[in-house]
């Protein structure tokens, strides 16, 4: 027996409900379904005992087949009551158990009698049911109701019918396109949810055709559309086609009707229009004054969510023009104080885009008393804006940077205190008159953190910047005090920083190594070895001596080597007399291997490269080519490309090449593979026609003696090139070969072979291939190190593009550097980036590159390329394949 809806304790605060179906069993229930087979109908029991089984159905239980096939008969047999409550769960489980084909013959008579009723709700349901239920070779059979239901005069049958054409448009879209002129009939009904629905389906049925699209759009702009739930699907399908047109300001088709919209009298209209508004592609201000206006309204609306909608939308339009919403900053601060939480978070986080600098210390008073009432997720927002307030405006950086620390005294969870410690040592970086109140801030918040992973990465990044302030000694005792009071993992990055202090600190270096004296005799391995490693690196008798820049760099300096290389080396190395040779691992970063081409049925084309395997691919071309003795005196192999593809997936002959660079040569590696079992190819080569790369000169080539079927080949062209200057060109392939045919039955090839050729796709060479991709752990660290003096800077415009993010991609590939610290990665709709890139040139000199990004409203975008290098020259050879781009 279901429980009755209860109440615990109704003078308590916090009530909870419990619900009626609580502790029911499908056994139960299903026993209970025999109630549908008595004689005499309880019409009441009958709809009880349908709603338990629907609660099962929607809460996961699954019924077996047996089951479902039985409490689908049974419900059959309530077709005879006549009571309209019951009918109307008949119709809903049905739906929910979908029988299959040869159990819906059962009840097709029954529901299409329904569907033909003088009673409009059983018409109205029995359509959603029949279509939900039903295959195409029925549909045909009933098509002819539905058209008729679709025009009915009653709303409901008529929207049960279109509803019904929306579903089947997945399944049976060839039938519901012969509704076309029925549905357009419904899209004039005077009925609001019958003319929502019509035009949705019209739409759906005219999708791909974009003309079509294009004049129902425009005949209903005209005024024909009555219903507001209907006018915000138009206003929708316009804004497609605007922006499928890709016209931009002055001659935008459409924008005079979703400006008339604005002075709609219902409210979802308005908004519809005005976030349609503020989503064109390159709005202006003008185009966007009449959109902020209605929204400004909303803000001081009594309803929640329309403050919400209109918040949340201004909070989106600040992101790329936030002069446009300053006029809004008054209605916006009264909602700080706003009970929906979420609507107080936006206007705050929309204030800080918005604000200026004399508005900051009145926002920071507003917030610091709203903080405590919000959720974690909600903190993080505003964190994340306080952030780049911050980085707009470098002058509040005490009221900001107290803020963000008195905030990081309170109770929160880990990520909420992660983005606050990003926060202050991003501000830290960013502005140097930060740096020592942020330092005292995050080694406050140590001696109370309870996160192993931020205490670590706080005396990390002490260890970096503690040495170079005014006065390191004053963080040695917070350091120290991780030593007695943390977990191992925590004490042993105590104790690495305080080493670091030592070896950048000579002063301290006494200090230093009487406390790590006393770590020796830590209770973790780790600890005990880490302060023995430095004490006996650094000097065990701690007198006041400038520290071995050699030491420095063992200890401190940047790992300049891929990790996954390090790994994968000492995974291959065999121990043996010969000691390990960090210098052997490979410096270049590993891109994706490219997808191999292959048709179905056959082998993966390895195409002749190199053994595969994960170690040093480059080792391995090396050997390759040092054991041809045409190449043997080019001297040693800086780089190795990826392989580039010459021909298409599906041809007769598949070839890739890769360029190896040398300092006064490139050769070009073609592998090939002759895909047709009924040929071998011998003497195969590839001629290259160098007319458009003035700069190199061919100087030998070595041919493929034979190719048979399937089995990789190399043929190699070798170039020589100016020393000291990145020459580029292109070149086309020509692929040479002299064919014979092959016997299937026997396998040997005819005497005599015809001359052929096959043009393959054009190469080139380009400055990239100049660049290994060579990371660095500690960009600021490295860059600092690498001094100013072969320092270059300068400005360039790079044209229109279509965001930000595609013109950072687009000269991160024409450099080829690494990306360092994930700054290759540009937020949404940002206006301001900057990246950093790390590499080593040809002649192996590193290279460092700092980029800052604008983009305009014109989407017009500017670049400062700021270059340090080993090499003078090697800057200004990054500086000419910039200009020359």
């Known amino acids: 027996?279901?429980?009755?809806?209860?109440?615990?304790?109704?003078?308590?605060?916090?009530?909870?409900?419990?619900?009626?179906f609580l502790g029911i069993e499908k056994g139960a229930v299903l026993q209970e379904a025999r109630v549908f087979n008595d004689p005499q109908l309880d019409p009441r029991r009958c709809s009880q005992v349908i709603t338990k089984l629907l609660y099962l159905l929607n809460q996961g239980d699954s019924f077996t087949k047996v089951e479902a096939t039985e409490v689908f008969f049974s419900v059959t047999k309530l077709f005879q009551s006549k009571d309209l409550g019951l009918r109307r769960m008949v119709y809903l489980i049905i739906k929910e158990l979908s029988p299959s084909a040869d159990e819906v013959i059962i009840v097709t008579s029954s529901l299409m009698k329904d569907m033909n009723s003088k009673t409009d709700m059983y018409r109205a349901n029995a359509i959603r049911v029949l279509c939900r239920i039903t295959d195409g070779t029925l549909l045909t059979q009933i098509e002819r109701y539905l058209k008729q239901a679709i025009v009915?005069?009653?709303?409901?049958?008529?929207?049960?019918?279109?509803?019904?054409?929306?579903?089947?448009?997945?399944?049976?879209?060839?039938?519901?396109?012969?509704?076309?002129?029925?549905?357009?009939?419904?899209?004039?009904?005077?009925?609001?949810?019958?003319?929502?629905?019509?035009?949705?389906?019209?739409?759906?049925?005219?999708?791909?055709?974009?003309?079509?699209?294009?004049?129902?759009?425009?005949?209903?702009?005209?005024?024909?559309?009555?219903?507001?739930?209907?006018?915000?699907?138009?206003?929708?399908?316009?804004?497609?086609?605007?922006?499928?047109?890709?016209?931009?300001?002055?001659?935008?088709?459409?924008?005079?009707?979703?400006?008339?919209?604005?002075?709609?009298?219902?409210?979802?209209?308005?908004?519809?229009?005005?976030?349609?508004?503020?989503?064109?592609?390159?709005?202006?201000?003008?185009?966007?004054?009449?959109?902020?206006?209605?929204?400004?309204?909303?803000?001081?609306?009594?309803?929640?969510?329309?403050?919400?909608?209109?918040?949340r939308t201004l909070n989106k339009v600040a992101m790329t023009h936030p002069m446009a919403v300053t006029?809004?900053?008054?209605?916006?601060?009264?909602?700080?104080?706003?009970?929906?939480?979420?609507?107080?978070?936006?206007?705050?986080?929309?204030?800080?885009?918005?604000?200026?600098?004399?508005?900051?210390?009145?926002?920071?008073?507003?917030?610091?008393?709203?903080?405590?009432?919000?959720?974690?997720?909600?903190?993080?927002?505003?964190?994340?804006?306080?952030?780049?307030?911050?980085?707009?405006?470098?002058?509040?950086?005490?009221?900001?940077?107290?803020?963000?620390?008195?905030?990081?005294?309170?109770?929160?969870?880990?990520?909420?205190?992660?983005?606050?410690?990003?926060?202050?040592?991003?501000l830290i970086r960013d502005i140097p008159e930060a740096k020592e109140s942020g330092l005292l801030h995050l080694c406050e918040f140590i001696e109370d953190c309870e996160f192993t992973y931020l205490s670590t990465q706080i005396l990390h990044f002490l260890g970096i910047e503690g040495p170079k302030t005014t006065d390191p000694s004053k963080y040695i005792r917070y350091i120290y005090n991780r030593v007695h009071l943390e977990n191992a993992t925590v004490r042993a990055a105590a104790v690495s920083t305080l080493a670091k202090f030592g070896a950048m600190v000579d002063a301290l270096k006494p200090r230093i190594f009487v406390l790590l004296r006393r770590c020796i005799f830590d209770s973790d391995d780790e600890v005990r070895d880490r302060a023995t490693l430095y004490l006996n690196t650094l000097g065990g008798d701690g007198e006041v001596v400038e520290t071995d820049k050699d030491v420095k760099i063992f200890l401190f300096g940047d790992l300049d080597i891929p990790l996954v290389n390090l790994e994968t080396s000492l995974k291959n190395y065999e121990p043996s007399e010969e000691s390990f040779d960090i210098d052997s691992v490979p410096k270049e970063v590993k891109s994706q291997p490219l997808v191999e081409k292959k048709a179905p049925g056959k082998k993966p084309a390895g195409l002749g490269a190199p053994p595969a395997g994960p170690p040093s691919t480059v080792d391995a071309y090396e050997r390759l080519l040092s054991s041809i003795p045409e190449f043997s005196n080019f001297g040693k192999l800086f780089k190795s490309s990826s392989p580039v593809e010459l021909t298409e997936a599906e041809t007769e002959y598949a070839v890739n090449v890769v360029k190896h660079i040398f300092d006064r040569h490139v050769v070009f590696q073609y592998n090939c593979i002759n895909t047709i079992p009924e040929q071998l190819l011998e003497n195969v080569s590839v001629i290259v026609d160098a007319s458009e790369a003035e700069d190199f000169a061919e100087v030998t080539s070595k041919p493929v003696r034979s190719l048979p079927y399937d089995t990789p080949g190399q043929t190699f062209v070798a170039f020589e090139k100016p020393d000291g200057i990145t020459a580029v060109g292109k070149f086309s392939n020509t692929l040479r070969f002299i064919v014979k045919e092959v016997d299937p039955s026997t396998g040997e090839a005819e005497e005599d072979g015809v001359e052929d050729e096959y043009q393959l796709e054009d190469l080139e060479v380009v400055a990239a291939d100049y660049m290994m991709k060579v990371g660095v752990s500690n960009f600021r660290n490295a860059w600092e190190s690498m001094g100013e003096d072969f320092e270059r800077v300068d400005e360039y415009g790079l044209g229109p593009r279509e965001s930000l993010a595609e013109a950072v991609s687009a000269v991160i590939n024409l450099l080829g550097m690494q990306p360092c610290e994930g700054t290759e990665a540009v937020a949404t709709n940002s206006r301001s980036h900057t990246c950093l890139l790390s590499g080593v040139f040809l002649g192996n000199v590193r290279v460092l590159v700092r980029l800052q990004f604008g983009i305009e409203g014109s989407r017009d975008v500017a670049m400062k390329l700021a270059v340090r290098s080993e090499d003078e020259a090697v800057g200004d050879a990054i500086h000419e394949i910039v200009s020359c781009s």
């Open 327 to 426: 006029n809004c900053n008054i209605d916006m601060e009264s909602l700080i104080s706003d009970q929906n939480r979420s609507i107080a978070t936006l206007a705050i986080t929309t204030l800080l885009k918005t604000g200026n600098e004399s508005s900051v210390d009145r926002l920071m008073k507003q917030i610091t008393n709203f903080m405590s009432d919000i959720a974690d997720e909600f903190k993080i927002v505003v964190v994340e804006a306080i952030r780049s307030l911050c980085l707009k405006f470098p002058l509040k950086y005490r009221s900001l940077m107290n803020f963000l620390s008195n905030i990081l005294r309170e109770e929160g969870g880990f990520e909420y205190k992660k983005a606050i410690v990003d926060s202050i040592v991003i």
């Open 1 to 20: 027996m279901a429980q009755p809806l209860v109440k615990k304790d109704d003078d308590r605060d916090d009530e909870a409900e419990y619900s009626p």
């Open 152 to 311: 009915d005069k009653n709303p409901v049958v008529a929207s049960a019918a279109l509803v019904s054409g929306i579903h089947l448009l997945q399944t049976n879209p060839e039938i519901v396109k012969r509704w076309s002129n029925e549905v357009q009939e419904a899209v004039q009904s005077r009925a609001a949810l019958v003319q929502f629905h019509a035009l949705a389906l019209l739409q759906q049925i005219r999708q791909n055709d974009r003309l079509a699209v294009s004049k129902l759009v425009t005949s209903l702009t005209r005024g024909t559309v009555r219903s507001p739930l209907a006018q915000c699907l138009l206003i929708r399908y316009t804004s497609q086609v605007i922006r499928e047109s890709n016209t931009q300001t002055g001659d935008r088709p459409f924008y005079d009707f979703l400006e008339s919209c604005l002075r709609h009298k219902a409210e979802m209209v308005i908004f519809e229009a005005a976030r349609a508004i503020t989503e064109l592609s390159g709005v202006t201000s003008r185009e966007l004054t009449p959109a902020i206006t209605v929204l400004q309204l909303f803000l001081s609306s009594s309803k929640p969510v329309l403050r919400f909608a209109a918040v």
